[in-house]
């Protein structure tokens, strides 16, 4: 089964950047689409980005249009998402997540990391 570790999180100003990393242990990791979903304290989880297995097709919350950007490298096994002019309303714990299938990891993927927080201070 494959596992999935994310790093990368922690404090950042309003307007600054961060890139978030996911690592998946196991094998197969190219034939698994990849999402990026946050959840902030009080809120439920959200869908903020997500990409094929090829990386050829990427997906991506409204919110988050044009600053963030979900990128992966099939040979280092991980998943990326680099972040940028980040929002204090941004602050949350951050996950990685995966399934087979591409509709499936925008809304109920069946694996997920533990999560790494994101704190945008003001």
């Known amino acids: 089964q494959v596992q999935l570790v994310e790093s990368g999180g922690g404090l950042v100003q309003a307007g600054g950047s961060l890139r978030l990393s996911c690592a998946a242990s196991?094998?197969?990791?190219?034939?698994?689409?990849m999402g990026w979903f946050r959840q902030a304290p009080g809120k439920e989880r959200e869908f903020v980005a997500a990409?094929?297995?090829?990386?050829?097709?990427?997906y991506y919350a409204n919110s988050v249009k044009g600053r963030f950007t979900i990128s992966r490298d099939n040979v280092k096994n991980t998943v990326y998402l680099q972040m940028s002019s980040l929002k204090p309303e941004e602050t949350a714990v951050y996950y990685c997540?995966?399934?087979?299938?591409?509709?499936?990891?925008?809304?109920?993927?069946?694996?997920w990391g533990l999560g790494t927080q994101v704190t945008v201070s003001s």
């Open positions: 990409i094929d297995w090829s990386g050829g097709s990427t």
């Open positions: 997540a995966l399934d087979r299938a591409l509709v499936v990891v925008t809304t109920t993927p069946r694996t």
């Open positions: 196991g094998r197969s990791f190219s034939a698994y689409a």
